[in-house]
């Protein structure tokens, strides 16, 4: 399984992610200081890191200097709130394989993570999630249905890729909103329910079952 370490010093934001990136297949550590990522990501157990620059000790910066300078070549992904471009160019520059900044989606920082550990894993062991009938090329971002292909919108496809990988468990709105739309987007939208709504249009209404007070579930 690989192994993907949080340098982040937001409690919350370091939740949200592990949580993401767990459900996605991945295992995970955390760092909530500077001094403490430079240590485990040069320690050679992992296969990304996901960093934060405002880290506590030793900045992002720093770290990924650190790491570079001393020739670790483990893909970095920096996850931010400084959006300027000369931070994103400095970060760049300095050896980062990626820069996002916050607020993000996780479905976009999912993604990313993907591409830079280059396998496409996800809990089903490979670039295709199947359940049943229903099959999700993650690759290529083709869905069939029955052998049949079905056209989706992005969002739709990151909703399906979701329940795939959690078939058969309850997964609430919140939940949901955190995967696909970002820990910013307003937890009282009725978001979630359009859009399972045109999924089970697409896919078959009997597959994603509504449970009451919970939230949904693909069956």
Do not use: C
């Amino acid at each position: 399984m690989r192994r993907i370490l949080i340098a982040e010093d937001d409690p919350h934001i370091t939740s949200f992610v592990r949580r993401g990136l767990r459900a996605a297949g991945y295992d995970t550590a955390d760092a909530t200081d500077g001094p403490s990522a430079l240590l485990m990501a040069r320690s050679g157990l992992f296969d990304l890191v996901v960093l934060d620059i405002g880290l506590g000790g030793m900045d992002g910066f720093d770290v990924l200097a650190h790491l570079r300078g001393e020739g670790v070549s483990t893909p970095v992904v920096i996850l931010t709130a400084r959006d300027s471009v000369i931070d994103t160019v400095r970060g760049l520059e300095g050896g980062a394989n990626d820069y996002m900044t916050k607020p993000f989606q996780f479905a976009e920082l999912l993604a990313r993570v993907r591409l830079r550990i280059g396998d496409g894993e996800g809990r089903s062991g490979g670039a295709t999630l199947t359940h049943g009938d229903v099959s999700v090329d993650v690759r290529s971002r083709t869905v069939t249905v029955s052998g049949e292909v079905r056209e989706l919108t992005s969002r739709e496809f990151a909703l399906l890729e979701v329940f795939l990988q959690n078939a058969g468990q309850v997964l609430s709105r919140d939940q949901l909103i955190g995967h696909v739309w970002g820990m910013d987007f307003d937890p009282a939208s009725n978001v979630v329910d359009v859009y399972v709504r045109a999924l089970r249009g697409k896919i078959g209404s009997d597959r994603i079952e509504t449970v009451r007070g919970a939230g949904y579930r693909f069956r």
